[in-house]
């Protein structure tokens, strides 16, 4: 920082001396001491949380990065769910998926079993539902 050899401090306190006096010198030298400590101190609080403030903001952009990366890869993965309920509501847009039961066919002799009389074509259907 400072280039200061062992020459210059011992001018300094030779002139300090003579200035000041033997008397006011220790005085002089400990209130010195106490203001550049009180500096180095709020100096270094300063430096601690810029660097605190730097982290934070890196841990922040790094969440940010994560969170659109897994926003992305959810996205992704939900697309083709996303077709298949499309292509769904375009074939029967008055029912919602929930409510809707799939047929079941038990075997060739026993007839279908439909749940859910919007789904039933015939007048058989119904009568199966019905029953």
Avoid: C, Y
């Amino acid at each position: 920082m400072f280039d200061i050899g062992f020459t210059e401090l011992f001018l300094i306190a030779v002139v300090a001396l003579v200035v000041l006096g033997p008397e006011k010198l220790p005085t002089a030298v400990r209130t010195l001491g106490l203001w550049i400590g009180k500096a180095k101190r709020t100096i270094s609080g300063i430096q601690s949380e810029i660097s605190e403030e730097l982290r934070l903001d890196e841990l922040n952009r790094t969440v940010s990065v994560t969170k659109d990366q897994l926003n992305s890869e959810l996205e992704d993965i939900k697309s083709p769910f996303l077709n298949d309920t499309a292509t769904t509501q375009a074939v029967a847009p008055d029912t919602d998926p929930e409510a809707m039961v799939a047929e079941t066919l038990v075997t060739d002799t026993e007839p279908t079993v439909i749940q859910n009389p919007q789904l039933a074509h015939s007048d058989a259907d119904k009568k199966i539902i019905n029953e």
